[in-house]
T-cell receptor, first 111, second 112 residues
Framework: GQNIDQPTEMTATEGAIVQINCTYQ??????LFWYQQHAGEAPTFLSY????GLEEKGRFSSFLSRSKGYSYLLLKELQMKDSASYLC????????????FGPGTRLSVLP | GAGVSQSPSNKVTEKGKDVELRCDPI?????LYWYRQSLGQGLEFLIY????????KSGLPSDRFSAERTGGSVSTLTIQRTQQEDSAVYLC??????????FGEGSRLTVL
């Protein structure tokens, strides 16, 4: 089976840095994705990791360690508009090209 | 169109009625996914299509739920004899073979 865990909620201050962790257990790992979802809106793609290491994209970076079943999303220079849910998703060969999503982390950015 | 299109955006129905939700994926995307999201919850996988076939139907909650995809494009999710616990936002997403998911805006279903 598959199991993906994330913290339920996090709070951070505008201008700060926040790290959102994701741990997963899957037998046919084929990539890890991060999505952002604002309240009442559809999820939008943020980043993708399939090899170990750090992928940087502007203020957002994502890290993957396949041996540890661990990823994090790093948000720098937080802005109020970053308040949203952040969803970690794993694609698994054993389920075709299916994506399994974690429960999401609700981030609140305070002034 | 440029993005994934879903209809209706909102549907209010009475318990016991059937509903159909439609998804028009991005042109050329071979994979199509249906997810369900209850208020404040994560995404629950329902079904996945590769072309017109569904390799993974494991997420459908009961036999009241069914889905089809025709012409490798539009998909319809049908819920028969709706129950109050079916109330949720139903999200459709599409992707190229090995790419990320692109989501539609969702269909919000309310069963009274």
């Amino acid at each position: 089976g598959q199991n993906i865990d994330q913290p339920t909620e996090m709070t951070a201050t505008e201008g700060a840095i926040v790290q959102i962790n994701c741990t997963y257990q899957t037998s046919g790992f084929n990539g890890l994705f991060w999505y952002q979802q604002h309240a009442g809106e559809a999820p939008t793609f943020l980043s993708y990791n399939v090899l170990d290491g750090l992928e940087e994209k502007g203020r957002f970076s994502s890290f993957l360690s396949r041996s540890k079943g661990y990823s994090y999303l790093l948000l720098k220079e937080l802005q109020m508009k970053d308040s949203a849910s952040y969803l970690c998703a794993v694609r698994d060969w054993n389920y075709g090209q299916n994506f399994v999503f974690g429960p999401g982390t609700r981030l609140s950015v305070l002034p | 169109g440029a993005g994934v299109s879903q209809s209706p955006s909102n549907k209010v129905t009475e318990k016991g009625k059937d509903v159909e939700l439609r998804c028009d994926p991005i042109s050329g995307h071979t994979a199509l996914y249906w997810y369900r999201q209850s208020l404040g919850q994560g995404l629950e996988f329902l079904i996945y299509f590769q072309g017109n076939s569904a390799p993974d139907k494991s997420g459908l909650p009961s036999d009241r739920f069914s889905a089809e995809r025709t012409g490798g494009s539009v998909s319809t999710l049908t819920i028969q004899r709706t129950q109050q616990e079916d109330s949720a936002v139903y999200l459709c997403a599409s992707s190229l073979a090995a790419g990320e998911l692109f989501f539609g805006e969702g269909s919000r279903l309310t069963v009274l």
